[in-house]
T-cell receptor, first 113, second 113 residues
Framework: DAGVTQSPTHLIKTRGQQVTLRCSPK?????VSWYQQALGQGPQFIFQ???????QRGNFPDRFSGHQFPNYSSELNVNALLLGDSALYLC????????????FGSGTRLTVV | QKEVEQDPGPLSVPEGAIVSLNCTYS??????FMWYRQYSRKGPELLMY????GNKEDGRFTAQVDKSSKYISLFIRDSQPSDSATYLC?????????????FGQGTRLTINP
């Protein structure tokens, strides 16, 4: 049973560019959340998607946007990249009615130069 | 002030030692308390969870929650080199639907053979 799959694993972008990260949730899961983990820090919540709509959002600017598709997979888009956006971006999935213990993917390491 | 505080370490102990990891928090609304383990270049993996106050034991791991003190702990008995990882505490409000996780900074633990 495949867990949460994220692509790409690594990415290098130039300041000002735009990036799209992808996530396929664990089989049977329908809710996807995205987290940003800076080096040496804990993950920080970006937003959550359920039924193709953004349900919750953390303290991130509008440059961060997302999408969820009918098959529950999700994309995270970041526009006008800043050096400070360099981080590990984690996707977590959960099932409807699951209150805790989300399953995380291995993340996408984004480096902005 | 951060909602969740965790000493980042690093913490280095000999194999077989008892390890104590701790977090404090400020938000009384937190109902679910979790410990995640994160190996290098991997996503967080759920290790233990506790609902509300109390203790929970799973093999060599024991999680404790003291809501009156807003303090949670993870104890690792008979520590092994394979336990070397970053340990993240995470907390979550109660309520319907998947709530966002609020993480501590993570404690980097090394078990020396």
């Amino acid at each position: 049973d495949a867990g949460v799959t994220q692509s790409p694993t690594h990415l290098i972008k130039t300041r000002g560019q735009q990036v799209t990260l992808r996530c396929s949730p664990k089989s049977g899961h329908d809710t996807v959340s995205w987290y940003q983990q800076a080096l040496g820090q804990g993950p920080q919540f970006i937003f959550q998607y359920y039924e193709e709509e953004e349900r919750q959002r953390g303290n991130f600017p509008d440059r961060f946007s997302g999408h969820q598709f009918p098959n529950y997979s999700s994309e995270l888009n970041v526009n006008a990249l800043l050096l400070g956006d360099s981080a590990l971006y984690l996707c977590a999935s959960s099932a409807k009615g699951q209150d805790y213990g989300y399953t995380f993917g291995s993340g996408t390491r984004l480096t902005v130069v | 002030q951060k909602e969740v505080e965790q000493d980042p370490g690093p913490l280095s102990v000999p194999e077989g030692a008892i390890v104590s990891l701790n977090c404090t928090y400020s938000n009384s609304a937190f109902q679910y308390f979790m410990w995640y383990r994160q190996y290098s270049r991997k996503g967080p993996e759920l290790l233990m969870y506790t609902y509300s106050s109390g203790n929970k034991e799973d093999g060599r791991f024991t999680a404790q929650v003291d809501k009156s003190s807003k303090y949670i702990s993870l104890f690792i008995r008979d520590s092994q080199p394979s336990d070397s990882a970053t340990y993240l505490c995470a907390m979550q409000r109660g309520g319907r639907g998947a709530q966002k996780l609020v993480f501590g900074q993570g404690t980097r633990l090394t078990i020396n053979p």
